[in-house]
């Protein structure tokens, strides 16, 4: 057989193990795909109570008389709508990302398997309690602080569509703010600082706080602080298992080696 004849051969052979990837890549997408549907038209027919829901933190604060608007035309549809599809995806992170981690596990060593999978579920659950942070403990200061700091003679009658954006920006700010814990111990572990430099750093670790918060949250020292201080506390959470899990992983590397010898 010529050279001619074999290079598209193994030129064939390359390419395959990367259109199976895709095409795993691909039925996995779908499938995530679905379930955020499946569950999205589940929940399509309480769509006004799970927007009722999400709006009761500042319904309850609103003075006698006062009450949400809609500004616009298609928004008491969209609203509850959109709404809808957000916590499809948010019931169906767990799937997804065990979607995500069925596609990448096969390329990892046992090692990383048994540290990535605890990680992938605090994440998951860490972003969740954020969540209900916000809603449970934020929402209601912070609404209390805007409905009563208001000029007398201003009613207070906010567009659902505002709310809902506002509402979405404080859950992603949460979320994200819980899962510091997961990106200090990744830091300690992974080797890029230790724990002894970032316990040195903590003024500004506190700083950065703030500033975060400040730019997260609305421009009110409340929600500044509520968001400021559960992410320092998480900030010493995360210090605390990185140096457990360190000092565990060189403990036992010192009996491998004293075995070794």
Not at 118 to 124: D, G, I, M, Y
Request: hydrophobic letters at 55%; one cysteine or more; aromatic letters at 12%.
């Amino acid at each position: 057989m010529s050279q001619t004849d074999k290079t598209p051969s193994s030129t064939e052979e390359g390419h395959a193990p990367l259109i199976e990837h895709l095409v795993e890549l691909r039925s996995r997408l779908l499938r995530a795909v679905v379930v955020v549907l499946a569950i999205f038209l589940g929940l399509y027919a309480f769509s006004n109570d799970i927007y009722q829901f999400v709006a009761d933190p500042l319904l309850k604060l609103l003075p006698a008389g006062s009450q949400m608007i809609a500004t616009e035309v298609a928004s008491p549809f969209l609203a509850p709508f959109k709404l809808t599809l957000v916590v499809a995806v948010f019931i169906a992170v767990p799937f997804v990302l065990h979607q995500a981690w069925a596609f990448v596990a096969p390329g990892l060593y046992e090692q990383e398997k048994a540290l990535a999978l605890p990680l992938l579920a605090s994440s998951v659950l860490l972003f969740y309690l954020g969540a209900a942070f916000a809603y449970y403990v934020v929402f209601p200061l912070l609404f209390a602080f805007f409905t009563q700091t208001g000029p007398e003679n201003v009613t207070v009658m906010t567009d659902i569509n505002a709310y809902l954006n506002f509402v979405l920006k404080m859950f992603l700010a949460f979320g994200i703010a819980f899962e510091i814990p997961i990106a200090t111990f990744l830091l300690i572990l992974s080797g890029a600082t230790t724990a002894q430099s970032l316990a040195t750093k903590r003024p500004y670790i506190i700083l950065g706080c703030f500033v975060i918060g400040m730019l997260l949250t609305p421009p009110d020292i409340i929600s500044q602080t509520l968001l400021a201080v559960p992410m320092y506390m998480l900030y010493e959470v995360g210090l605390l298992m990185g140096r457990l899990v360190k000092r565990k992983r060189e403990e036992r590397e010192e009996r491998e080696d004293a075995t070794e010898e």
